[in-house]
């Protein structure tokens, strides 16, 4: 059923969506743009829903679950086999590499925005602006084992772009930043090999492995 995407947006840019703190300060105008890749609880930005919209975490589906009941993106990715009306489900695996086949399968690489950005190549993009993407997080996970699970305990998220976006109870796993940059840096080759970009538009990002640039040169 995913292979109706193949090469769908050929020769267009897209903007993948990180949650970090920063998504608040980007002007809405970069990211009704371009073709646009959202996750996890990307509806909390007032105004604003990507044209295509992931989850792969099973505590952040938990999470989210209630909210997408009326949430209209033109295509929903959705973690098999989890249960959301008028979505297209992905097989996520755990694999050292890149998916050049959503149809198959969707390798995890530690982070949402990774998925995303093997959607978006299967999808015939081939350059690609990261918003979002802060890589950094300042909320006590410092150090935690990578996938380890917490439960929020601030009643403010100092972490991603609004305040409730993980709310008091929640249950999320730790961020995986240091593996996250290895599959980054896969990713960056992919994309590289096929004659396309993947540069990381975030202000005061902390990620290292993409090309990096400003809202200004793109808007």
């Known amino acids: 059923m995913l292979s109706k995407f193949k090469n769908i947006h050929v020769g267009e840019t897209g903007i993948v969506i ?7 300060d980007c002007p809405r105008e970069l990211l009704d743009k371009y073709v646009s890749f959202g996750a996890n ?8 829903v990507p044209n295509y919209y992931t989850i792969i975490d099973e505590h952040m589906l938990h999470n989210c679950a209630p909210y997408l009941t009326n949430y209209k993106p033109d295509a929903m990715f959705i973690r098999r086999p989890y249960p959301i ?6 097989n996520t695996i755990v694999h050292a590499g890149w998916s050049n086949n959503i149809n198959k399968a969707v390798v995890m690489g530690g982070t949402v925005t990774y998925a995303n950005l093997q959607i978006a190549h299967y999808m015939g993009i081939r350059n690609v602006l990261l918003v979002g993407v802060d890589h950094d997080y300042s909320g006590g996970l410092a150090g935690a ?3 380890a699970i917490f439960q929020a305990d601030m009643k403010v998220d100092p972490d991603h772009f609004h305040p409730d976006y993980f709310k008091v109870g929640d249950f999320y796993a730790a961020p995986e930043l240091e593996g996250s940059e290895g599959y980054y840096k896969i990713a960056r080759r992919v994309y590289e090999q096929d004659g396309g970009h993947v540069i990381n538009l975030t202000p005061g990002t902390k990620e290292t492995a993409f090309e990096k640039g400003t809202y200004d040169e793109w808007l």
């Open 18 to 24: 990180g949650n970090g703190p920063s998504l608040k």
């Open 85 to 90: 009306h008028g979505c297209y489900h992905i």
């Open 145 to 147: 084992p990578p996938g």
């Open 41 to 48: 609880k990307i509806f909390l930005l007032d105004g604003f």
